[in-house]
């Protein structure tokens, strides 16, 4: 792969000394417990609490070093350039779950997992299935704004997060949004936040909104050409059907030797039971249902999916565009690992592929009026491509000034935008 | 204001869109809340979004700040203009330009009026969601400043959950288009920043909407209580049922009171402590046993009586009261001081027992009708402004409430916005830090803080603490008339 060429670091020639003052200025700031090395001898922080995580930024900022954001490391690979890597692995306490509110309070470093499991003590639900791996941190799915299938009837990430806490670039605490299901007490600081790839500080707390769990809970799935699939698809939309999740899935990623349409019901028995009633009789395809204890492990092999290439990105269409977004894809990159929203859009590809090809595909979906969003890749074209690109004039000053403000001396390793 | 101020706006929109005299400007110097009062410089009224740019580029380049404002019906007067400011109404620029069924779009201009648009998709099995209580004189524009809600926003979201796309001016003149019609933005989610920026960050003058199919079905349920405790407890156990109602609003003893009193009679019975109107929606087969299980539930939690309807014409019963409550309100007093506020829901039966002590505390007619599933208050007081004694005692009972909602971990406002009304309670909610960094936001679109200056920000509690002065040279400023 053919990477642009990377701007010296400041720190680069310095080498092990360096890295080695970094390391014990963490220490003497965390603690023994609270720093490590990665694989490569990085010193690595990992905070366990949001004052901590702004004073290892404030630290960085006042020193000049180069902030390399990590989670869990499960989605995004470990390798932008760095003086120190910052983790929120070590915050992952659950702080608050308030079942009678359907709020949650979570440190962003907390497993999907765990959460998922302590939710369901309670009866609640977070109605947000990403791609990756179930230990991924709920931080990593806010920042990159990551959302599954489920995104049919759930929405996306941005309408489950009511609040974050965010350590800015230069170590100040904001406290965006707040703890209840409806406010609009000041600007929605939270919304730059979610999907903003750590480029505008590091999330350290997320207040999440909640439902009841569901009492029913059904996957059915039909198997057919693409074609068929997306057809049959937008018939059922419009046909009142109310599915959390209408996903099409390519040969590759079902392990399947067709395409694979599956609908997933969830809610009240009731609702469920009348939308698998009215499936059955809407369209030709034959609709089998998934035995209950496979439903899970369907949808968690699905999402694991996306990790089976170094490089995920996601193409926003509507629903009737999926058909062509999905050729444009298979023309300049490949078929591959395709996941797509066959109801309202939005198309997840995961593959390897050459930078100039990525750059023909965010062209030519550009063309189409299509954002390419790239979730995940390899450090080289992150820097290259950007998980950003082709903004509309105007927007890259703004996005440029905003990073400025949480970032003022650009310490965060995030490459919002690529260099040509 | 300057002569040759007024004498370029005219040139931009023509002599009979710019209002100058005093008995014109004073139409304008209030918004919903009759509680601010502000006389602004000029009023100039754009039809179409380039003469938006030409009156923003020429104020910009002038250095004089401009409040934009759509059909004055907010209630934070977060729409008023200073003497110094000139005042550009949008309400001209009310063309539906494009419906897309298909896609379930709708591409507006901001001075379309709310309930409008969603006349306007209905025919095609459409709705606009969003439905503030003012919704027959709202635009969407304002919506958008707002982030406006309503009672259909517990099950659908607020405005910012319909806002796909935006065209706006900024407030140097310059034009961007933030979002993407597929809802996935090109780049960070400036359209979810911008929704809810009440006017400061620039003027939309293209909206595109998402637009959601009319339910198949809808049910509307109606019950009484002895107690707002009984109410309060149903709406919890009508949730944790897994059940999502559309709507799930609540009225008190003096709302209802208020009601039944008016030309809006609906029926509500008037020796209740609480009315909750329950609205189901989807499917007709889910609707019909989620129905069952509702009302079980009410039952079981001591409703006394519960309604149910189904046709249009007897949910339209159900829902006048409630849809027409702050009218009612309305003929109590000369002013009505509406108040929002949002609680965590588990906290409203102690909430409204506080309300009812700083009610009696102070003396004053307050009723209560609020959006009880999401825990938003509209705690409203009912007087006469004209009397400093009482407008004293409002401002204090008000300020009162809303410390009482805050300590519970409530926020301010729900859906109204923070205006000027509520600026001086942002510290109470955020820190110097955050409001710092919403001060700084709020620079990267209005580096010079023309656009709607003085609002929801409180910059003497930023951290950065800085005059308010901005770079403006005063010889360049036009003077005041």
Request: charged share 20%; hydrophobic share 45%; proline share 6%.
């Amino acid at each position: 792969m053919v990477c642009s060429e990377e701007r010296p670091h400041p720190h680069a020639s310095l080498g092990a000394g360096m890295s080695d003052a970094i390391y014990t200025r963490l220490r003497a700031l965390l603690g023994t417990t609270g720093v490590d090395r990665d694989v490569n001898g990085v010193p690595r922080a990992t905070p366990e609490s949001g004052d901590a995580l702004s004073l290892v930024c404030r630290l960085a900022h006042e020193e000049g070093w180069k902030i390399r954001v990590e989670g869990r490391g499960t989605w995004l690979p470990s390798d932008a350039p760095a003086d120190l890597a910052v983790s929120t692995r070590a915050l992952e306490q659950i702080v608050s779950v308030s079942p009678a509110d359907l709020v949650a309070t979570v440190q962003s470093g907390t497993p999907l997992e765990a959460l998922r499991r302590r939710l369901a003590d309670y009866g609640m639900w977070l109605a947000v299935d990403p791609p990756g791996r179930p230990e991924r941190s709920i931080g990593s799915v806010v920042a990159t704004a990551t959302a599954g299938p489920l995104r049919h009837g759930y929405g996306p990430v941005r309408d489950h997060v009511l609040g974050c806490t965010v350590a800015t670039g230069d170590g100040r605490l904001v406290n965006a949004g707040g703890r209840v299901v409806k406010n609009v007490a000041g600007y929605d600081l939270t919304k730059l936040q979610v999907g903003g790839f750590g480029g505008f500080g590091i999330i350290a707390e997320v207040h999440l909104r909640l439902r009841a769990l569901p009492r029913a809970d059904v996957t059915l799935l039909a198997r057919g050409t693409r074609d068929a699939l997306t057809s049959a698809a937008r018939e059922l939309v419009s046909g009142h059907l109310l599915p959390g999740a209408l996903e099409l899935l390519s040969p590759a990623l079902a392990a399947e030797a067709d395409w694979m349409l599956a609908a997933r019901f969830v809610g009240t028995d009731a609702a469920v039971q009348a939308d698998v009633r009215r499936l059955g009789s809407l369209g030709e395809l034959k609709w089998e249902p998934l035995p209950a204890e496979r439903t899970a492990a369907f949808w968690s092999v699905a999402a694991r999916g996306s990790l089976g290439g170094p490089i995920t990105l996601r193409l926003g269409v509507l629903g009737d565009g999926v058909d062509e977004a999905i050729d444009l894809l298979a023309h300049d990159l490949d078929e591959g690992l395709v996941s797509a929203g066959a109801g309202l859009g939005m198309i997840r590809w995961t593959g390897d592929a050459p930078l100039e090809r990525l750059r023909a595909l965010r062209r030519a979906a550009a063309t189409r009026e299509i954002p390419m969003t790239l979730e995940r890749a390899p450090w080289p074209i992150r820097r290259a491509l950007g998980h950003f690109g082709a903004y509309r004039e105007g927007v890259g000053q703004i996005v440029g000034r905003l990073r400025d403000t949480f970032d003022p001396g650009q310490c965060l390793s995030v490459a919002l935008e690529g260099v040509e | 204001m300057k002569s040759s101020l007024l004498e370029a706006l005219t040139k931009i929109v023509g002599q009979q869109w710019v209002r100058h005299r005093r008995a014109e400007l004073a139409t304008y110097a209030m918004d919903g809340l009759p509680t601010h009062e502000s006389v602004p410089g000029l009023v100039v009224m754009p039809g179409t979004p380039r003469e938006v740019r030409e009156i923003v580029r020429l104020l910009h380049l002038i250095q004089v700040p401009f409040v934009a404002r759509g059909a004055g019906t907010g209630l934070s007067g977060g729409a008023l203009a200073d003497p110094d400011a000139v005042l550009i109404t949008l309400t001209r620029m009310n063309q539906i330009l494009r419906i897309d069924p298909i896609q379930r779009r709708a591409v507006v201009q901001p001075g379309v009026v709310n309930a409008r648009l969603s006349e306007a998709v209905l025919p095609l099995g459409l709705q606009y969601v969003p439905d503030p209580s003012s919704q027959a004189a709202c635009t969407v524009g304002g919506n958008v400043a707002e982030n406006a809600g309503g009672p259909h926003c517990l099950k659908y979201g607020v405005t910012t959950n319909h806002i796909v796309s935006l065209e706006v001016v900024l407030p140097d003149g310059s034009v961007t288009r933030l979002g993407s019609t597929q809802g996935e933005a090109w780049g960070p989610d400036l359209v979810g920043l911008f929704v809810g920026s009440e006017g400061m960050f620039g003027i939309a003058t293209e909206i595109t909407v998402r637009l959601e199919r009319v339910p198949e079905s809808v049910r509307t349920m109606l019950a009484d209580f002895a107690t707002v405790r009984a109410a309060s407890e149903s709406v919890s156990s009508i949730i944790a049922a897994g059940i999502v109602p559309a709507a799930l609003e609540m009225m008190d003893r003096a709302c209802v009171a208020a009601v039944e009193a008016s030309i809006y009679a609906a029926g509500y019975p008037t020796d209740a402590a609480a009315v909750l109107l329950v609205e189901l929606d989807g499917q007709a087969d889910a609707v019909e046993a989620e129905a069952i299980t509702v009302h079980d539930i009410l039952v079981d939690r001591g409703a006394r009586q519960v309604r149910s309807a189904s046709t249009a014409g007897d949910r339209a019963r159900l829902w006048q009261g409630r849809k027409k409550a702050f009218g009612a309100m309305g003929r109590i007093a000369p002013d009505l001081a509406v108040q929002d506020a949002v609680v965590p829901r588990s906290t409203l039966p102690a909430i409204m027992d506080q309300i009812e002590g700083i009610r009696r505390q102070y003396g004053l007619t307050i009723s209560n009708v609020f959006h009880a599933g999401d825990g938003n208050l509209h705690p409203n007081i009912s007087f006469d402004r004209r009397d400093p004694d009482v407008a004293a005692r409002v401002r204090s009972a008000c300020r009162e409430i809303m410390a009482a909602c805050v300590a519970v971990g409530g926020s301010i406002t729900g859906e109204h916005g923070v205006g000027s009304d509520k600026i001086d309670y942002m510290p109470w909610i955020f820190d110097a830090e955050t409001l710092g960094a919403m001060r700084a936001v709020r620079r990267v679109f209005d580096p010079t803080e023309l656009a709607n200056p003085g609002k929801v920000v409180p910059v003497h509690a930023c951290r950065e603490w800085c005059a308010v002065k901005s770079a403006r040279t005063p010889t360049l400023r036009s003077g005041q008339a």
